[in-house]
C-alpha cells in the first residue's frame, strides 16, 4: 500500500511562471502562511460566524474572533469586490495586513463576479506595496453546480492575471493557500485552469 | 495640484498643530490634495457641500458636534461621503459607534505617519482600513452588552464625581433606581465598583472622560 506522506505546511506547488511574476499553491493555512498580504474570501450568503469555513477559521481565529465579528455586525457585508484592509495583525499571523474580500451571493454571473472581486483584491495588494499576497481558500465551495472547480479557479487566476498586465512589476507573487490535505489536487486543479487560459 | 486623478481631502480635527501635521504628510504626495480644513463637525457639513472632497479625515472628540454626529449627519446627506475617522481613542465601543455611522476606516493617531498615505487611497478606492488591534478589541467584547444610552449617562455622571442622590436627582430618578443602573453597568462590564466601572467605561470608549 502507497503511503506517500502528507505535504507539510508551506510546500510550495509553481503553477505558472513569468519573468517578474509567479503564481503557485501553497500548503498550509492563512494564519501560518508567510506572505506580505493575506487575502481572506468571505461569501455575503453567511447567516452566522460559524459559516465562515475551515479555511479561514484558523485566521479568524488568530485575529480573536475579528473576521466574524466584522461581518455578523454588518461592517463588512460580503458584498462582491468588497474589501476591508486589517492592518498589523497580531502573531502567529505573518503578514503586514488581512484583506477581507467579499465574494457576494451566488448567482448569475458567477465567472464575471469572480474575476472583478480577485481583481479588485490584487489591485488593493499591488496599492498597498504587497510583492506577495496569499489568498484563501483556494477551494472555493460556489454553491453552483453549474460552475465546476476548475472553472472557478480559471476565473480566480484571470482577476488576478488582470491585474498583472495592469500594473506591471508591483506584485510578484500571488499564492493560493490549501490544506495538505487538498495541496496535491488543488495544484493539479490550477494547473489545468491556467493551461486553459494560456490555450485561448 | 487639484488636477484630474487627485484625492481631494477635508481635514476636520479641532487641533491647528495636528491639521498642520497632516498637511504636512498629504502635502509631500502628488496624488493627494486637502481642499479644506476644519475645526469641529458643524463647519465640515458646510465646508463638505462646498467642496465636495473625494475623502474627509475626521477626529472623534471636538468641541460642539462631534465626529460620530457629524459622520452620521454626512453620511445621511451623501450617503457615497467616504470618511476616515483619525483618533488617539483604541477603545472598541468608540469604533464602533464610528463605524456603525458610515466610517469606511479607523485610524490611530499614534499610526498616522505610517499608514495614513495607504488608507486615503484605499477607503478613495472603494476598500475599507483598520487597525487589527481595533477590530480584535471589537471582537473580544462579543459576548458583552453594551451599555444602554441611559446607563452610559449614569455613568458618565459618575465619573464626573456625583453621588448616586445627586444623579437620581438630576436626572428625576430616585435614589434605588439609580443603585439599580449602578448595578447592571458592573455587571455589563465586568467591573469591581465605580471606580473599576469609569475605568473600563473610558479605555473602551463608552464614556469621554
Aim: charged content about 20%.
Amino acid at each position: 500500500m502507497d503511503k506517500t506522506p502528507l505535504p507539510a505546511a508551506g510546500d510550495v506547488a509553481v503553477i505558472g511562471e513569468w519573468q517578474d511574476f509567479q503564481i503557485d499553491v501553497i500548503a498550509g493555512d492563512l494564519s501560518t502562511t508567510e506572505a506580505d498580504i493575506l487575502v481572506a474570501a468571505i461569501c455575503g450568503q453567511l447567516t452566522n460566524a460559524a459559516q465562515l469555513g475551515p479555511g479561514i477559521a484558523p485566521l479568524d481565529r488568530a485575529l480573536r474572533g475579528a473576521l466574524a465579528r466584522l461581518r455578523s455586525d454588518g461592517i463588512f457585508s460580503g458584498r462582491w469586490g468588497e474589501t476591508l484592509f486589517l492592518s498589523a495583525p497580531p502573531p502567529p499571523i505573518n503578514a503586514a495586513g488581512v484583506l477581507m474580500l467579499g465574494l457576494g451571493p451566488t448567482g448569475p454571473d458567477l465567472q464575471f463576479h469572480l474575476r472583478r472581486a480577485l481583481r479588485s483584491a490584487a489591485d488593493h495588494a499591488a496599492g498597498f506595496g504587497a510583492a506577495h499576497a496569499a489568498f484563501g481558500p483556494a477551494n472555493l465551495d460556489t454553491g453552483s453546480p453549474r460552475f465546476n472547480d476548475i472553472a472557478t479557479a480559471r476565473s480566480l487566476l484571470r482577476g488576478v492575471l488582470d491585474i498583472c498586465g495592469l500594473r506591471p512589476g508591483k506584485l510578484q507573487r500571488w499564492s493560493f493557500v490549501a490544506p495538505p490535505t487538498e495541496f496535491e489536487v488543488t495544484a493539479d486543479k490550477y494547473r489545468m485552469a491556467l493551461e486553459g487560459l494560456t490555450d485561448h | 495640484m487639484t488636477g484630474k486623478g487627485v484625492i481631494r481631502i477635508l481635514v476636520v480635527d479641532d487641533h491647528p498643530l495636528l491639521r498642520e501635521g497632516i498637511r504636512a504628510v498629504i502635502e509631500t504626495q502628488p496624488d493627494l490634495s486637502i481642499v479644506a480644513e476644519a475645526e469641529d463637525g458643524e463647519s465640515s457639513l458646510e465646508l463638505y457641500d462646498r467642496h465636495r472632497p473625494d475623502v474627509v479625515l475626521m477626529d472623534l472628540q471636538m468641541p460642539g458636534m462631534g465626529g460620530v454626529a457629524a459622520i452620521e449627519s454626512l453620511r445621511k446627506s451623501h450617503p457615497l461621503a467616504r470618511i476616515i475617522v483619525l483618533t488617539t481613542y483604541a477603545g472598541d465601543a468608540q469604533a464602533m459607534r464610528a463605524l456603525r455611522a458610515g466610517a469606511a476606516g479607523y485610524l490611530l493617531k499614534s499610526s498616522m505617519r505610517k499608514e495614513l498615505l495607504e488608507t486615503v487611497r484605499s477607503v478613495h478606492s472603494g476598500g475599507k482600513h483598520l487597525s487589527a488591534e481595533i477590530a480584535t478589541g471589537i471582537a473580544l467584547h462579543l459576548a458583552e452588552d453594551v451599555l444602554s444610552g441611559r446607563e452610559a449617562e449614569v455613568l458618565a455622571m459618575a465619573a464626573a464625581g456625583n453621588s448616586n442622590k445627586q444623579i437620581a436627582a438630576r436626572l428625576g430618578l430616585s435614589e434605588d433606581t439609580i443603585k439599580g443602573y449602578m448595578k447592571v453597568i458592573y455587571s455589563k462590564l465586568g467591573a469591581a465598583d465605580r471606580t473599576h466601572a469609569v475605568t473600563i467605561a473610558a479605555k473602551r470608549g463608552i464614556i469621554n472622560l
